[in-house]
């Protein structure tokens, strides 16, 4: 290990304390150090960088672009080191800290969303950052601790992939869209109707079917309305836009409750792998690992289908 790493973590604890104080003298203080140790252990980390981490004033500070970037990975950084010392050296497996969650828009919301918030109230020191995002992120770049995604994980590169569960995609429309347009009654009908269908990357997505011979294949329908993520999709359907493809659990309350009706089901029985997905360096943290456990938990009782 090199000499250097001890002052160098000095000073990116110093960077991060004084970018959350935005002062150097309120950093000292909670450091326990000058205003100008502070501003120095500033100055030697801008050297080595070769960047300026702030715009200074006589009476402010303020992080440059680059200081934010730079902020971000190392708040990140350090709470992960924190957390890692905490269960190597006192055996404390007791999930804390602030754990960043991303999930798909409308199955994380509906499904997965009430799981995490039980999981706080048994463990009050556990905090969540969650976002919801239906295209892919780099968990290792945005600094988020587990994934929660639907589909094959491709990409496993610095990732550790856990199966949750599958669910089914039923294709559906609400009763008012199907008495003015008719019920499709084979995959080719669907050209004839208006359709929802998901939208990322400059492109409409495919829907997934069976075809005759019990194959899953992937086709194209008529792109009438295009959505980014799973809450839009949903709403345009129930509001009697015309067809969508959604995962059961998405669709199952409406369908109970005759707001939508399923169509083609002979040729829906296509399942979708879901995986809680997180930084191959991160998988032994308490947090982690316990929020990993309960969701195969559920998804073993069935909360997840």
Not at 95 to 119: C, H, K, Q, S, Y
Not at 234 to 262: W, Y
Request: net charge neutral; proline share 6%.
């Amino acid at each position: 290990m090199s000499t250097e790493t001890g002052p160098l973590l000095t000073g990116i604890h110093t960077f991060v304390t004084a970018a959350r104080c935005q002062s150097f003298t309120r950093a000292g203080e909670e450091l326990g150090i000058s205003k100008s140790a502070v501003g120095k252990a500033i100055a030697r980390l801008e050297a080595r960088l070769g960047i300026a981490l702030f715009h200074r004033t006589t009476r402010h500070i303020s992080l440059t672009a680059d200081g934010q970037a730079y902020y971000a990975s190392c708040a990140n950084a350090l709470e992960t080191l924190t957390e890692a010392e905490r269960a190597l050296v006192t055996g404390h497996e007791r999930p804390a800290g602030r754990l960043r969650v991303d999930m798909p828009a409308a199955f994380g919301r509906t499904v997965l969303l009430p799981v995490l918030l039980r999981i706080t109230q048994q463990h009050p020191d556990l905090r969540l950052t969650v976002t919801f995002n239906d295209h892919l992120v780099d968990p290792i770049e945005e600094g988020i601790d587990l994934l929660v995604r639907f589909g094959p994980v491709e990409d496993s590169t610095g990732l550790v992939a856990r199966p949750l569960t599958r669910q089914r995609l039923v294709i559906c429309a609400a009763p008012a869209y199907l008495a003015a347009h008719g019920r499709p009654t084979s995959i080719e009908a669907l050209n004839n109707h208006r359709c929802i269908v998901g939208y990322r990357r400059g492109r409409s997505l495919a829907w997934t079917v069976e075809n005759a011979t019990g194959e899953s294949v992937r086709i194209d329908p008529p792109p009438t309305f295009e959505l980014s993520d799973g809450d839009a999709i949903l709403r345009a359907a129930l509001s009697g836009c015309g067809l969508c493809q959604v995962p059961i659990s998405l669709a199952r309350e409406a369908i109970d409750n005759g707001d939508l009706v399923p169509v083609l089901e002979a040729q829906s029985t296509h399942e979708v792998p879901v995986h809680a997905v997180w930084p191959a360096t991160r998988h032994l943290l308490p947090k982690v690992r316990r929020v990993v456990d309960e969701l195969l938990e559920q998804a073993r009782l069935g909360a997840l289908d």
